[in-house]
């Protein structure tokens, strides 16, 4: 760790008044002593995670192919308080100042995690945090106050299943300052139960983000609404409305089912046994018709993929084996807050007889891509008479179906290996390596994507080598400059694998959060955006929130360290409010977006995810309603996140079980949508809070480069850049603080050991928990529209509960890309490690051809196939089986009247 102080970067508070006409913040990086501990280590590893006093501290982190950012975020306003750590994007631990103990927030499927002395350092970091704001306050003569308004929506985190629970999600970004109010209604009744809130989190351009989350069972005609309040929107809260939206069915075609059954029943009994093989981690895909295709207007279907990890997936759509690319439209990944993710793709197709749509899904946890062909069906209602007929049929003839076998081609798969050769310097580019062994015929194809754009500038590649005992190897460089938020791809084609196999070159990045305000406190440990521990200040201990995939990691000392780090945090914010003579604060309105973190089957369990991002400062208040009633029970809450452009992101998530007619809501408060103005004398405004950050791309940290920043009303004043060597500063007080520390050799030798003694340490010791994990998306592909006449048909696929958050979801027709109308959403974040996205596709249905929603993403090397299969309506079903039964009832009750006759007057049957 840093010994010292950083954010003021004085000795102690005493040398700090010896000093005549300079006010300095309180250390940020002194007295820390909590740790990451992994538990596959002995006790005698344990040693200090931070040496560190921060509002809020990033770590960004890279692992061979990836790039991870671990963040550490403490950060205090008047009111609001929060410390966190996070990884890639996600909660890890965060202190809970309530309850006094972290919490420790990571998935089920991460290994265990440790965060000892979290707690305490937060409480520790949040005072000096509120002492800095003071005095920054003080200096700066009360600024007027930065504000972003949030952005907001709403999804669920699964497929809607109508009695069936799920999580709606409200995802409110882009606000500064905290905090936001979420709440939530259900049918216009305020939900008060099954919500949960995660931390603000912080992004990269400074404006925070969260995710508020509710459980609930889908119904009928509810209807669901998330509300957010932020000061930036003062006149009037964002809310975001999520209905459920079931079919309806006929009564006369369930009455005619029933009497139909009944007089079936007499004389048949069939049924079908279908096994289907599931994968742990994998995602959950789902492939249905969402408009069928009328006269000219084309089909529309839906892949969707649920429940998968990490976040990053790829659905596209073939048709008879070729990629589709046009009348596609793919959602992002969309995180259900909870470590997993969905993602949703809609294709729109005109159907051809005799063709096979699929939807294809790639991600890290499948190998190989997985398809899933659409069957083309009636609508429910024509199923059913469908299924009845194919009783009758199969009841009278007693056919016998066969299995049909695909002899695998005598091939060899490659083994592919990504790795850097050279790092970027200065105006020099990088230079990347992908090199291919043990693969067999020796025919192959080794090129490189950015974003998913091929490029063939600066690429040099060996020919196929041969090993001499009949496998081969070849070798390709590329020559690039890197670009933030990119990613670079290696893709091999071989005869070995029906579709390229892709290998990702992706950052990552640790984060170190202390957050301080004079009434909020957090003290956060992430990685990639994902929290892995916090400090829990009402329960008093720290809170391991690591997934159930990561292998276990334990946090020593973090909670007490975290009480010693916000009491510091609170100590700056009082100096920064003094020095900027208590500036008006800045604020950033939340942006709330709600959805589901499952599809919804209507009585089936979900969860609800609320997620609040884009606000500043902390807090945000979350709430829910189901049916215009409070909800109180049922409902988690993320940690405050920081987001990369200085403000905060939080989830709530709130469980239910959908039902049919009920409404749903999240409303989010915050001081920045307020009615009545705020005042710069408001209570809670003003937040001090400081990043340190740790980037690497290569296993062995010879790459690392540390970056440390100290922020107060949102704006950075003074930054050290390893590679720079020196402090600088972006304000009049941040230059002066710079030219101070740069002077202080000792201070200064600490600082530059930090990328020893604070990032590899804790990239070692945490990191390798999560950072090699991906679980594969869970797709559910369906219609949502049938095409009518001349209007096309309309598709959804989506992805839920996948990890890390890229993603690529696509459609096709008969294997062809299908490019145009296709919509699709960002990756959302579910706050709990998790994703999902949704692609919508507006087609032209076909006669015999296949639709696909296909998913790449780092769990599985080829693309995920799922193929939309059409289907009748509930009502045509119905009819069907009603009709159906009915039929074979009275051909049953004939043959036996028949059969009776024949024997009662004395005739033998012989059978032939």
């Known amino acids: 760790g840093l010994e010292g102080s950083s954010c003021s970067f004085s000795k102690t508070k005493d040398q700090y008044q010896k000093r005549p006409g300079r006010k300095k913040l309180s250390g940020a990086l002194e007295d820390s002593n909590y740790q990451v501990v992994s538990e596959k280590r002995s006790s005698d590893r344990i040693m200090a995670l931070f040496k560190i006093l921060v509002l809020f501290t990033v770590l960004e982190t890279a692992y061979l192919q990836a790039m991870y950012r671990d963040v550490k975020f403490v950060g205090c306003s008047d009111t609001e308080r929060e410390a966190m750590y996070g990884f890639d994007g996600e909660e890890l631990f965060h202190s809970d100042f309530n309850k006094k103990e972290a919490v420790d927030t990571s998935p089920d499927f991460a290994d265990p995690v440790g965060f000892l002395g979290f707690y305490s350092n937060s409480i520790f970091q949040i005072e000096n945090c509120k002492t800095n704001l003071a005095t920054l306050k003080t200096y700066l003569k009360d600024p007027d106050e930065n504000m972003a308004p949030p952005q907001t929506s709403i999804y669920t985190k699964h497929g809607v299943d109508v009695g069936k629970e799920n999580t709606l999600i409200c995802h409110v970004t882009g606000f500064y300052p905290p905090p936001v109010n979420v709440s939530w209604t259900k049918n216009n009744e305020v939900v008060t139960e099954e919500i949960n809130f995660s931390q603000y989190w912080l992004k990269t351009d400074g404006t925070f983000n969260m995710f508020s989350s509710l459980k609930f069972t889908p119904a009928d005609g509810d209807i669901y609404s998330c509300t957010v309040k932020h000061k930036s929107i003062q006149q009037q809260p964002t809310t975001k409305i999520w209905e459920v939206d079931v079919e309806k069915t006929s009564i006369g075609s369930s009455l005619f089912c029933g009497v139909g059954l009944s007089l079936g029943l007499l004389g048949v009994a069939a049924g079908t046994v279908f096994l289907i093989k599931g994968i742990n981690l994998k995602p959950t895909v789902i492939v249905r018709s969402v408009k069928q295709a009328e006269g ?19 659905v596209s759509w073939t048709r008879d084996g070729a990629e589709m690319t046009s009348d596609v439209t793919a959602t992002m990944e969309m995180a259900d807050g909870d470590w997993f993710y969905q993602i949703h793709s809609e294709l729109e197709y005109t159907p051809k007889s005799g063709e096979r749509i699929a939807c294809v899904v790639e991600h890290a946890s499948a190998t190989r891509p997985m398809v899933y062909y659409w069957e083309p069906s009636h609508s429910e209602s024509g199923r059913n008479y469908v299924i009845g007929a194919s009783g009758l049929v199969l009841g009278l003839i ?6 049909i076998f695909y002899k695998k081609k005598s091939s060899v798969e490659p083994m592919v290996i990504v ?23 020796e025919k192959i194809k080794v090129s490189w994507t950015r974003d998913g754009a091929e490029m063939t500038s600066d690429v040099t590649a060996t020919m196929e080598m041969a090993d001499g005992d009949w496998f081969y190897q070849i070798h390709s460089e590329l020559e690039y400059t890197p670009k933030s938020g990119e990613r670079i791809a290696c893709v091999v084609e071989h005869a070995s694998a029906t579709r390229p196999m892709v290998y990702y070159w992706v950052l990552h990045r640790d984060l170190l959060f202390i957050e301080c305000s004079d009434t909020e406190r957090e003290v956060m440990y992430g990685f990639d955006g994902e929290e892995m521990y916090h400090s829990d ?20 000392g973090f909670y007490e360290q975290s009480i010693s780090s916000i009491e510091i945090c609170k100590h700056n914010l009082d100096l920064a409010k003094k020095v900027y003579n208590n500036p008006d604060e800045k604020m950033a309105p939340p942006q709330t977006s709600i959805y589901t973190k499952h599809g919804v089957d209507l009585g089936k369990e979900n969860t609800l995810i609320c997620h609040v991002t884009g606000f500043y400062p902390p807090p945000v208040n979350i709430s829910w309603t189901k049916n215009n009633e409070v909800v109180t029970e049922e409902i988690s809450f993320s940690q405050y996140r920081l987001k990369t452009d200085g403000t905060f992101n939080i989830f709530s998530s709130l469980k239910f079980t959908p039902a049919d007619g009920d409404i749903y809501s999240c409303t989010v408060k915050h001081k920045s949508i307020q009615q009545q103005p705020t005042t710069k004398t408001w209570a809670d405004g003003l937040h001090y809070y400081m990043s340190a ?54 201070y200064m030798q600490q600082v530059k050991a930090a990328v020893h003694t604070f990032c590899k340490n804790n990239a070692q010791l945490s990191d390798s928990a999560v950072r090699d994990k991906a679980i594969e998306p869970t797709v559910i592909v369906k219609s949502v529209k049938q095409g009518e006449g001349r209007h096309p048909a309309l598709l959804l696929c989506s992805a839920y509960d996948f990890y890390p958050e890229k993603i690529k979801v696509s459609w096709t027709r008969d294997g062809a890309e299908m ?21 919508e596709l507006e087609y032209t249905p076909k006669s015999g051809e296949r639709i696909a929603c296909v998913v790449e993403h780092a769990s599985a090397t080829r693309p995920l196939v799922y193929y939309w299969e059409p289907s009748h309506s509930k009502s045509e079903r119905n009819y069907v089986i009603g009709a159906s039964g009915l039929v074979l009832g009275l051909i049953l009750a004939v043959a036996g009247f028949i059969f009776y006759k024949k024997k009662s007057s004395g005739r033998i049957l012989v059978p032939s």
Not at 296 to 309: E, I, K, T
Not at 398 to 403: D, I, P, S, W
Not at 710 to 735: H, I, P, R
Not at 819 to 839: K, L, N, R
Request: aromatic letters at 16%; glycine letters at 4%.
């Open 419 to 441: 790795k850097s050769v050279k790092q970027a310097e200065g105006r020099h580019p990088a230079l990347l390596l992908c090199s291919a062994y043990n693969f067999y015929p």
């Open 819 to 839: 490019t145009s109308d296709v919509t699709a959403t960002m990756e959302m974040a579910d706050g709990d490690w998790f994703y999902q996205i949704h692609s």
């Open 693 to 746: 950050e740790c980037l690497y791309r290569k296993s062995d940290y010879t790459d690392m480069e540390f970056i440390h920043s100290c922020s107060f009303n949102k704006d950075v004043e003074f930054q050290f850049n390893s590679s720079v060597g020196k402090y600088v500063g972006f304000t009049d007080d941040g230059k002066k603080q710079a030219e101070y520390f740069n002077k202080d050799q000792a």
């Open 296 to 314: 000219r207007h084309p089909a529309l279907l839906l892949c969707s993929a649920y429940d998968f990890y990490p976040e990053k997936i790829k």
């Open 537 to 556: 200040f009402n329960r008093q201990t720290g809170v391991v929130t690591a997934p159930d995939f990561a292998d276990p990691v334990s946090f020593p």
């Open 398 to 403: 007693l056919a016998v179906a066969g299995f």
